[in-house]
């Protein structure tokens, strides 16, 4: 298992490395899923408003914009960063990885900020069935960011204290996949949550 | 040793005929043309699936009797078989075959029951609204201007529509006799069409589990003329106390009670759910079929 | 909540007398491993174990212990309801019973037993060292340990989910359910749930990336083909589930809206969620089932499968169908004509690969030589029995005739003739085909017989007239029912056949005993004189599996290479690389179960300290270095020869 194949990128280097870049595809294709039903969920309950605010009244659009223009610059920087990585700059992989990571911490800040201005307005969690299933999505997918914000800087800590080597390279490249996998999954929210709710 | 196994459904089916006095079971004992509808379809489906269990039975008695080890010589070695096009074909084809013509009988006859009940001539459907809280159910009949709990009564020779709903968990509304079942829920109004052929006591019930007191959560339907139907009716107009919001919210929060009437419904003050062109206007019994809510649940599909 | 409501349920003479029965069972386990001095010995070899076999083992030794949990629920309800009016369980002990048995039976016994065996069997006849991520399979089993554990102490504290174990709102929602049974049923199922999820994606890496060498999919034993769809059904399904409940959850303990009846909930969202999962769920517990018959049918023909490819492909086209028949476990819900109608054809069209395959087996007989050894006995008694759980099946599928049969004990007939014969029949069928892989001794054929005639004959006697009651109006999930009804005579019947049935199951365990102490100890490693890879390396199982890899060149390619007299397993031995053990994922998953209990309880200080702690698991993993063991080639050549009985 501890055999290194010369001819693939370091994070594919070995049997290990390469299963576990696959395992984590299933894994991703199981959170597909698992945010294929928070949408059919959203969608299923968009209409139930109750006596609570319908989402025209409650999306603001520049926060909004400003959540999509970070998490898609992070997306690219954390491209680079495997950029990086795979020509051997460990160094500008890690200030890549690092950007990335205070991206996602500032939309995440933007977000808490965007759901305090709901609680603000009297619209919770508990307020109508829309209101829920809109605040567990994003909440959700939230949650994800700030998992990933952990998970993210404890392999740079690793790649700090051991260097670029077979396994670190290889957590790299799968938390890559994880940080491009919650972009598209804002893509959708971007277009099926708050562009189809003002218009 | 392995007949034995085939042979036990039939001995069971035969116990179950002894044991069961040889009354009709009740599905098949219907008294309507819904239940009738539903009985024969049933009829019609265990004559297929019985065709279908017979050929597989006979196929494995034939392998187990020509192809067991004790038949064959001791240096007999099984021939590698690949499949065979021409038979896995037949037995695709075959059930495919089936399965449309089932599927056409299920079209028909869903069509057939989910509709008003032909054959009364230009009578129109009796409506009653029927919806259950905790353990009870609750009859109005706006027609008519009376509700009742726990008991039904209907006409016979006439199609009768009923609105079914409920003011707490999901129960499920079932006179096996008359017709097929349906849920009530909370949030949107079922409808069943069924008309009673002759006069009689059936038993009705819910049939989807609602907690604690849900296995006495039974009423009897009484099927009778139109003249004793109306007379009843007349009766529990003219001598029953009315049935106001507070009595009728007392009636809500008790779990169990036994038979009552009322001279008034509770449709005026408490509403069936998303059925607000109707019952404002308890007179008007224009039949919209285009209801908003018979999709819903379906926008699931992903 | 006061101890005392803590403790209600123990008020309850026979959960008080169950309560100390199991009391007195955990003192006498923990007093007996310290006496024989075996807490390090369990502790290493098996509480700290990634090794797939064992790991399998210890799936199926819960699952077995839910069965007996499950078991007692069931006779309970059938003698219950033996005679009218009874008065052995109340309404609310006889909800909390049939809502654990199903959920017991479902997702605690036949889920492990499938995974059990799939743990065991998978790497061997693939040619694998182990699973792709062997610490993931532990933290798997013991997640699905933690969840079995979380639910059975409910019926202790705090009382059981009673809702039934679909847990339809709003009767399961916090205003009709407002114990805390219903959030067992959600922290239960979540954490066992997740490690299924994590089952799946391991399983699917497992038989992609690693079987051996020139073994195409079209090469594999049907019963890996079964695995790989089962796996890639859980990897769909149970993100669908795991939302559901966290939504059940919310709902219930942080109030919001999705399924209330009032601020615009929807109570038959939670149906639709639950049965997309659901019904899914049928075919993970049913296909792996169907792969254990391949090979036992195959395997006692001595002939190889009929129609192969028809098998893998109707195995792919009703794991897609799967998918798509959600709505037929509601039509009475008021859809229209179209809706029910198609939703009855899909459902319909499942029958369709079904029979193909029912018949392929029955082909596969022909012209072969057929011995009646006890898994192939199971494998013979599915075909009948099955079959009837089928089309019983096609006519619920008829929307129109399912008003009449859903809800009744008709359709409580109609699934236990499908989940018995069929899942039970199979996962029987598989424990006594691969025991002596596993032990390396075979279990009694006799006493394997016996349990088997008492378990066919007192299943037919059990479920049989329940379909005859569902047809007269018999409702399922009445605790009781009154004399003029007419369904006390069949009613008792029923229950002298679940009487038959536990006998059958008592057996059963009695063999294990029996033949742990008296059955010959197998040294070919092909007992059967089969025909997959499994029974090429040694039994019991070296912990490295295949000493060397063969290379494979077709299906059933050891049985070929029997016959042709080639070794497939000959070859210069290397040095084996392997993972070590570790206690991470069972102390994470006992962390885990403190959380979720908590959690039902909201305890949010402590549901706080304990998120926390699994976190702290996650980073212990994840800044570990663990490079694994080798196993030196002196070492694989003492164990071959031992196990050959050279020593």
């Known amino acids: 298992m501890s055999k290194e194949n010369k001819s693939v990128p370091l994070e594919y280097s070995t049997e290990e490395n390469e299963l576990k870049i696959f395992g984590f595809w299933v894994f991703l294709g199981a959170e597909i899923l698992l945010f294929a039903t928070l949408f059919s969920v959203y969608f299923a309950l968009v209409d139930r408003t109750g006596s609570g605010p319908i989402g025209k009244e409650l999306f603001e659009l520049?926060?909004?914009?400003?959540?999509?223009f970070v998490l898609l610059t992070s997306s690219f920087l954390i491209g680079l960063g495997v950029h990086a990585m795979r020509i051997g700059r460990t160094k500008a992989m890690i200030v890549f990885y690092i950007l990335t990571l205070v991206l996602g911490?500032?939309?995440?800040?933007?977000?808490i900020n965007e759901f305090l201005t709901y609680i603000h307005d009297g619209a919770t969690i508990q307020t109508s069935a829309f209101m829920s299933s809109l605040m567990t999505l994003l909440g959700t997918h939230g949650a994800h960011v700030t998992f990933g914000l952990l998970w993210g800087s404890g392999i740079l800590l690793q790649i700090k204290k051991r260097g670029l080597n077979a396994k670190t390279a290889n957590k790299a490249f799968i938390f890559s996949l994880y940080w491009h996998f919650l972009d598209v999954v804002?893509?959708?929210?971007?277009?099926?949550?708050?562009?189809?709710?003002?218009l | 040793m392995k007949k034995k196994v085939l042979i036990m459904p039939a001995v069971m089916a035969f116990l179950t005929f002894i044991l069961s006095g040889c009354q009709p079971l009740m599905v098949f004992d219907a008294k309507g043309p819904n239940a009738k509808t539903l009985s024969n379809t049933i009829i019609?489906?265990?004559?297929?699936?019985?065709?279908?269990l017979l050929v597989v039975y006979v196929l494995l008695i034939n392998m187990l009797a020509k192809y067991r080890a004790s038949k064959q010589p001791a240096d007999y070695e099984p021939p590698h078989e690949e499949g065979s096009k021409a038979l896995e074909i037949t037995w695709t084809a075959i059930p495919i075959i089936i399965v449309t013509v089932l599927a056409i009988v299920t079209v028909f006859t869903t069509s057939k029951v989910e509709n008003q009940q032909t054959g009364y001539g230009d009578k129109k459907p009796l409506v009653i609204y029927a919806s259950s809280s905790d353990w009870k159910w609750h009859f109005s009949y706006p027609e008519q201007g009376i509700e009742t709990v726990n008991y039904l009564n209907i006409p016979t020779d006439r199609p009768i529509e009923f609105r079914l709903y409920s003011f707490g968990p999901i129960t499920s509304f079932w006179i096996p006799q008359l017709a097929g079942q349906k849920y009530a829920m909370s949030d949107m109004v079922t409808k069943i069409h069924l008309a009673a052929d002759e006069e009689g006591s059936y038993m009705g019930r819910n049939s989807n589990f609602n907690g604690k007191g849900f296995a006495k959560m039974e009423f009897e339907t009484q099927a009778m003329s139109q003249d004793d139907f109306d007379q009843w009716a007349k009766d529990v107009k003219a001598h029953e106390p009315k049935l106001t919001e507070a009595k009728f919210n007392k009636l809500l929060k008790t779990s169990f009670v036994g038979r009552e009437s009322f001279s008034s419904t509770h449709l005026s003050f408490s509403p069936a759910p998303m059925d607000m062109s109707e019952h404002s206007d308890s007179k008007s019994k224009k039949d919209d079929s285009h209801d908003s809510h018979d999709m819903k649940g379906m926008h699931m599909s992903h | 909540m006061s101890m005392k409501e803590l403790?209600?349920?123990?008020k309850e003479p026979m959960i008080f007398g169950a309560g100390i029965s199991i009391l007195v069972g955990a003192i006498a386990i923990v007093v007996g491993l310290t006496y024989f001095k075996k807490w390090g010995w369990l502790y290493k070899n098996w509480l700290t174990t990634v090794d797939h076999k064992k790991i399998g083992v210890m799936y199926i030794f819960v699952a077995l212990i839910m069965l007996f949990r499950g078991g007692i629920d069931a006779l309970l309800m059938r003698a219950q309801t033996a005679i009218p009016e009874n008065g052995l369980l109340n309404a609310e002990h006889y909800n909390e019973i049939f809502t654990t048995h199903g959920l017991i039976m479902i997702i605690f016994m036949a889920m492990p037993f499938i995974i059990g065996l799939m743990n065991i069997v998978i790497p061997l006849q693939i040619g694998a060292r182990d699973v792709a991520f062997p610490r993931l399979n532990a933290l798997s089993f013991w997640l699905f340990a933690a969840g079995a554990g979380l639910l059975n102490i409910s019926f202790i504290i705090g009382g059981s989910p009673n809702a039934g174990w679909s847990s339809y709102f709003p009767l399961a929602g916090i205003e009709f359910s407002p114990n805390v049974g219903n959030n067992y049923y959600a922290w239960s199922l979540q954490i066992s749930g997740l490690g299924t999820l994590m089952t799946g994606i391991n399983f699917i890496t497992t038989i992609v990336k690693m079987r051996a060498p020139g073994m195409t999919l079209m090469k594999m034993p049907m019963f890996t083909w079964s695995a790989l769809i089962t796996n890639i059904i859980i990897t769909f399904a149970f993100p669908v589930l795991t939302v559901a409940l966290a939504l059940m959850t919310l709902d219930r303990q942080f109030g919001t809206k999705f399924f209330a009846m009032q601020d615009g909930g929807m109570d038959m969202l939670w149906a639709n969620l639950f049965w997309v999962w659901g019904h899914p769920e049928v075919y993970i517990v049913i296909l792996p089932a169907f792969g254990i018959f391949s090979e036992v049918i195959s395997t006692f023909s001595r002939k190889n499968l009929f129609g192969y490819t028809s098998m893998v492909f109707s195995m792919i086209a009703i794991s897609l169908l799967s998918f798509m028949v959600w709505v037929h476990h509601f039509y009475t819900m008021g859809h229209g004509v179209m809706v029910n109608g198609?939703?009855?054809?899909?459902?319909?069209?499942?029958?369709v690969p079904t029979g193909v395959k029912i018949f392929n087996w029955l082909l596969t007989m022909r012209h072969g030589k057929i011995t009646f050894t006890t898994p192939m006995l199971y494998?013979?008694?599915?075909?009948?029995?099955?079959?009837?759980?089928?089309?019983?099946?096609?006519?619920?599928?008829?929307?129109?005739?399912?008003?009449?049969?859903?809800?009744?004990?008709?359709?409580?007939?109609?699934?236990?003739?499908?989940?018995?014969?069929?899942?039970?029949?199979?996962v029987l069928a598989g424990y006594h085909f691969w025991w002596p892989k596993i032990f390396g001794f075979r279990l009694n054929e006799k006493l394997g017989k016996s349990a088997f005639w008492c378990i066919v004959v007192g299943f037919n006697v059990a479920f049989f007239p329940l379909f005859i009651l569902g047809l007269d109006g018999y409702a399922r999930r009445m605790y009781t029912y009154s004399a003029d009804t007419g369904y006390g005579p069949l009613s008792m019947v029923s229950f002298i056949g679940a009487l038959v049935l536990a006998v059958g199951f008592a057996l059963l365990c009695y063999n294990i005993y029996y033949s742990f102490r008296h059955s010959p100890r197998e040294l070919t490693g092909d007992p059967w004189d089969a025909r997959s890879l499994e029974w090429a390396t040694q039994s019991p199982v070296p912990e490295y599996n295949f000493a060397i890899v063969p290379h494979i060149n077709q299906l059933d390619e050891f049985w070929y290479a029997k016959k042709e007299g080639r070794d497939i397993t000959a070859g210069q031995y290397e040095r084996i690389h392997m993972p070590n053990n570790s206690g991470a994922p069972m102390w994470m998953a006992g962390v885990l179960f403190l959380f979720s209990f908590f959690f039902v309880f909201s305890v949010?200080?402590?549901v706080i300290v304990f998120g926390i702690a699994t976190l702290g698991f996650m980073a212990y993993r994840s800044f570990e270095k663990d490079e694994g063991h080798h196993i030196e080639v002196a070492e694989i050549e003492a164990t071959e020869r031992r196990l050959r009985g050279e020593l």
């Open chain 3, 7 to 10: 403790f209600a349920p123990m």
């Open chain 1, 105 to 111: 911490a500032v939309f995440l800040g933007v977000e």
């Open chain 1, 186 to 198: 804002w893509i959708f929210i971007f277009s099926f949550v708050y562009l189809k709710g003002v």
């Open chain 1, 62 to 68: 520049p926060p909004v914009l400003v959540e999509t």
């Open chain 3, 604 to 606: 949010w200080s402590l």
């Open chain 3, 342 to 351: 198609i939703f009855s054809i899909t459902t319909m069209l499942i029958a």
């Open chain 3, 379 to 426: 494998a013979l008694a599915f075909i009948p029995i099955f079959t009837i759980g089928g089309v019983t099946g096609v006519m619920l599928a008829m929307a129109s005739a399912d008003y009449q049969y859903h809800n009744t004990l008709f359709l409580v007939a109609h699934f236990h003739y499908v989940l018995i014969p069929g899942t039970v029949f199979g």
């Open chain 2, 44 to 52: 019609f489906s265990i004559i297929v699936m019985a065709v279908i």
